[in-house]
């Protein structure tokens, strides 16, 4: 803890040597008094944080709260109102609950595939069970959360989106079996079979894949955002308003 390099190691007001009565006003001492208070709340605000921030982030989790019941629910397991108020606990409640919804996005356009082509439970399954690790992993309760958390959230997000495009393609495309060619269909497979395994897909082979899927398949249904399609038109050398379109216009 950090103490006033100029005074003794004690973090407190100074008080009289001799009485001990704490020393809050005096005109000898005014400016020592003052430099202890101001070192006092210094300290107090580095530990619990500013008050301002501490009620953006509150206002913050509150309205999250009031969306739907499901991320009620789960701002309920990793944060109460009765705990203390500390501005990084806040700050990792706020980081939570953005990779939570994300991860719900993800789990919502799985099943409604699912439903849609009437597919059968097991058909996603490995995919799901990722899912539920991501669930499980970002419901721990935090202080903070540190670099390596939000490096891994990253990363196992990007994971979550390849692998659910891929498999909702993968899906849709079992009708225009004929029309897609079979080498890409393999590499379709294998590709979720990679993911399946933990290994990662370079970001040049995944754009190609979602750039050909694109040409067959509404993009629509595979639950790419808009920010998401203006990175991959980038990355295959593109502009800004220009996508793909499959061979029957949709």
């Known amino acids: 803890m950090e103490t006033d390099p100029t005074e003794d190691s004690e973090i407190g007001i100074k008080r009289c040597p ?12 005014g400016n020592i008094a003052k430099k202890a ?12 944080g500013a008050s301002g921030r501490i009620a953006d982030l509150k206002k913050k989790i509150e309205e999250k709260r009031r969306i739907s019941d499901e991320l009620r629910s789960f701002i309920g397991r990793i944060y109460s109102d009765d705990e203390i108020e500390a501005e990084n606990k806040l700050r990792a409640v706020v980081s939570q ?14 099943d409604n595939t699912r439903r ?11 995919v799901l069970v990722f899912v539920n690790q991501m669930k499980d992993w970002v419901s721990i309760k935090r202080i903070l959360f540190s670099e390596q958390e939000a490096h891994d959230a990253t990363v196992g997000l990007k994971k979550l989106k390849n692998w659910v495009v891929l498999s909702i393609g ?4 079992s009708d225009k079996i004929d029309e897609i060619p079979a080498r890409f269909m393999g590499r379709l497979a294998s590709a979720i079979r990679e993911l399946e395994s933990d290994q990662t897909i370079p970001d040049d082979d995944m754009t190609v894949m979602i750039e050909t899927i694109e040409q067959y398949i509404p993009r629509s249904t595979l639950g790419i955002t808009d920010q998401e399609r203006l990175s991959i038109v980038a990355a295959i050398g593109g502009r800004k308003g220009q996508w793909y379109q499959c061979r029957n216009g949709e």
Do not use: F, G, P, W
Request: proline share 0%; net charge positive; aromatic share 6%.
């Open 37 to 48: 208070l101001q070192h006092v709340h210094n300290i107090k605000i580095k530990i619990v």
């Open 170 to 173: 993968r899906a849709r495309a």
């Open 18 to 29: 001799m009485c001990k009565t704490m020393i809050i006003k005096t005109s000898r001492y």
């Open 97 to 110: 609950i953005s990779i939570y919804e994300n991860i719900a996005s993800r789990c919502r356009q799985l």
């Open 116 to 126: 849609q082509l009437r597919l059968d439970e097991d058909y996603l399954k490995t």
